[in-house]
C-alpha cells in the first residue's frame, strides 16, 4: 500500500520569495509521483509528474521537483512566488496504472 | 479537446434522496476514475474503470453507492439514500493508455450538499 505525507498543512509566503512545499510517500514498489494544484472551488490541474528518468522534473508555472529515492520524498520548488500561486498544492503517488493516493494537502498563502 | 466534463456542478438535496452524478472523460481515454473529497482533505479514491469494467472499488464505497460506465464512454455515479456525511466534492479524473504513464486529468467536480 501507499501512503502521502504532507507535512506542512499551510506555507505563508511573501510574494517573490522562494517557497518549499514538503511531500514524503511510502510504497512498497516502484511508484509514479505527482503535484497537483486546485484553486477555490474547481478540481485539480496537473502541475509536475516523475514517472522515470531524470530525478529533477519541471513543471508548469515555474515549479519544479526534486525525487529523492534514498529519502522517499519529492519536495516542490519554485524560487519566486507570486499572488497567483495561492491555492492548494496535493502530492500524489500510484504504484502503477491505478489508483492515486494523495495527501492532505498544503494551503500555499502568497501576501504581497 | 475540452478536458473531463462533470455535471452538475453543484448538487443539494434531502437526506434520504437519490442523486445522480455524470462525468465525461476527454475522447480516447480508456481509464475512469471517481474520487471524493471532503473539507480540509486530499481525494480518497472511490472506484476505477478500465473501458465498461469496474476494476477496482474503494471500501468507503458503500452499498448505497454505484457507479457504472455504460459501453465505455461516460460514467455516472450514484449515491442511494443519501446521508448528510456524504456532503462532500465528487471528482472524476480520465487518463490515457498505459504508454503515455498514469497521468489522471480532473474534472471540476460536483459539490453535493445533503440537508
Known amino acids: 500500500a501507499q501512503s502521502v505525507t504532507q507535512l506542512d498543512s499551510q506555507v505563508p509566503v511573501f510574494e517573490e520569495a522562494p517557497v518549499e512545499l514538503r511531500c514524503n510517500y511510502s510504497?512498497?514498489?516502484?511508484?509514479?509521483l505527482f503535484w497537483y494544484v486546485q484553486y477555490p472551488n474547481q478540481g485539480l490541474q496537473l502541475l509536475l509528474k516523475?514517472?522515470?528518468?531524470?530525478?529533477l522534473v519541471k513543471g508548469i508555472n515555474g515549479f519544479e521537483a526534486e525525487f529523492n529515492k534514498s529519502q522517499t520524498s519529492f519536495h516542490l520548488r519554485k524560487p519566486s512566488v507570486h499572488i497567483s500561486d495561492t491555492a492548494e498544492y496535493f502530492c500524489?503517488?500510484?504504484?502503477?496504472?491505478?489508483?492515486?493516493?494523495f495527501g492532505t494537502g498544503t494551503r500555499l498563502l502568497v501576501s504581497p | 479537446d475540452t478536458g473531463v466534463s462533470q455535471d452538475p456542478r453543484h448538487k443539494i438535496t434531502k437526506r434520504g434522496q437519490n442523486v445522480t452524478f455524470r462525468c465525461d472523460p476527454i475522447?480516447?481515454?480508456?481509464?475512469l476514475y471517481w474520487y471524493r473529497q471532503t473539507l480540509g482533505q486530499g481525494p480518497e479514491f472511490l472506484t476505477y474503470?478500465?473501458?465498461?469494467?469496474?476494476?477496482?472499488k474503494s471500501r468507503l464505497l458503500s452499498d448505497r453507492f454505484s457507479a457504472e460506465r455504460p459501453k465505455g464512454s461516460f460514467s455516472t455515479l450514484e449515491i442511494q439514500r443519501t446521508e448528510q456525511g456524504d456532503s462532500a466534492m465528487y471528482l472524476c479524473?480520465?487518463?490515457?493508455?498505459?504508454?503515455?504513464?498514469?497521468?489522471?486529468?480532473f474534472g471540476a467536480g460536483t459539490r453535493l450538499s445533503v440537508l
Open positions: 479524473a480520465s487518463s490515457p493508455p498505459p504508454r503515455y504513464g498514469n497521468i489522471q486529468y
Open positions: 510504497s512498497s514498489v516502484s511508484v509514479y
Open positions: 516523475y514517472l522515470s528518468g531524470s530525478t
Open positions: 500524489a503517488v500510484s504504484g502503477g496504472f491505478q489508483k492515486l493516493v
Open positions: 475522447s480516447e481515454h480508456n481509464r
Open positions: 474503470f478500465q473501458n465498461e469494467a469496474q476494476l477496482e
